[in-house]
C-alpha cells in the first residue's frame, strides 16, 4: 500500500522561483494537513484541508497557497521562494474529520526543500 | 491562545538509562497522541491518550495523561539503541487543528 506520496522528495530552487508541492493519499482519507520541519521548531501547520472543497490556515501560512484538488490530492504552493522557507515539508491525511476523538495522522516521506 | 511546551529538548543517555519527554498544555486537552521519528524519516503514530489519569504501556514505554489533561508524559525504561529519535505530542488546537509538540530529541550511547 502506497498510503501517502508526496513528489518530490528533493529539490533545491532559487530565491523569487515558485513550485507546487504535489501530495496524494489512497485511504480515501477526508482530511489533509501540511507541516514544515526546522531544526528545534517541531512540525508547524502551515494549511489544513477538513474535507474535499475546504481549506485553512494553519499555524505559519504566510508565503504558501493551497489545493485540494480532490479527495486524494492536497498541493502546497510557494508562489515566490525565499531562503526561510528552507525546510522539510510532510504531508498527512487522517480518515475523517472532527479529531474529538483523534486519529493517527499518516504522514508521507516528506519533500527536503532548499532555496538559495 | 493554547501553549503546549515539551521539554526537554535534547537528552542524551547511556544505553540502559531510563528517558522521559513532557508534554504540558495551558489549557485542557480533548486528547493527545505520541509519535516518534527516526533520522531522516516521518512522525509515525504510537499511541492515543483520551481518558484523565490513563496509563498505557507498549513494551518499555509507559504514556500517562495527566489527571486535569493538560500534561502528559512518555518513559522509556532501558533505552536501547533503537530507540534513538525525536518524540512528539500531538493535541487538537481546536476543532481539526492537529498541532505537534516541539519534540524531543533522544540520544542513546552505548
Known amino acids: 500500500n502506497a498510503g501517502v506520496t508526496q513528489t518530490p522528495k528533493f529539490q533545491v530552487l532559487k530565491t523569487g522561483q515558485s513550485m507546487t508541492l504535489q501530495c496524494a493519499q489512497d485511504m480515501n482519507h477526508n482530511s489533509m494537513y501540511w507541516y514544515r520541519q526546522d531544526p528545534g521548531m517541531g512540525l508547524r501547520l502551515i494549511y489544513y484541508?477538513?474535507?474535499?472543497?475546504?481549506?485553512d490556515k494553519g499555524e505559519v501560512p504566510n508565503g504558501y497557497n493551497v489545493s485540494r484538488l480532490n479527495k486524494r490530492e492536497f498541493s502546497l504552493r510557494l508562489e515566490s521562494a525565499a531562503p526561510s522557507q528552507t525546510s522539510v515539508y510532510f504531508c498527512?491525511?487522517?480518515?475523517?474529520?472532527?479529531?474529538?476523538?483523534?486519529?493517527?495522522?499518516?504522514f508521507g516521506d516528506g519533500t527536503r526543500l532548499s532555496i538559495l | 491562545g493554547q501553549q503546549v511546551m515539551q521539554i526537554p529538548q535534547y537528552q542524551h543517555v547511556q544505553e540502559g538509562e531510563d528517558f522521559t519527554t513532557y508534554c504540558n498544555s495551558s489549557t485542557t486537552l480533548s486528547n493527545i497522541q505520541w509519535y516518534k521519528q527516526r533520522p531522516g524519516g516521518h512522525p509515525v503514530f504510537l499511541i492515543q491518550l483520551v481518558k484523565s489519569g490513563e496509563v498505557k504501556k507498549q513494551k518499555r514505554l509507559t504514556f500517562q495523561f495527566g489527571e486535569a489533561k493538560k500534561n502528559s508524559s512518555l518513559h522509556i525504561t532501558a533505552t536501547q539503541t533503537t530507540d534513538v529519535g525525536t518524540y512528539f505530542c500531538r493535541f487538537t488546537g481546536g476543532g481539526n487543528k492537529l498541532t505537534f509538540g516541539t519534540g524531543t530529541q533522544l540520544k542513546v550511547e552505548l
Open positions: 484541508s477538513a474535507s474535499e472543497g475546504t481549506t
Open positions: 498527512a491525511s487522517i480518515p475523517t474529520p472532527g479529531t474529538g476523538m483523534g486519529q493517527p495522522q499518516h
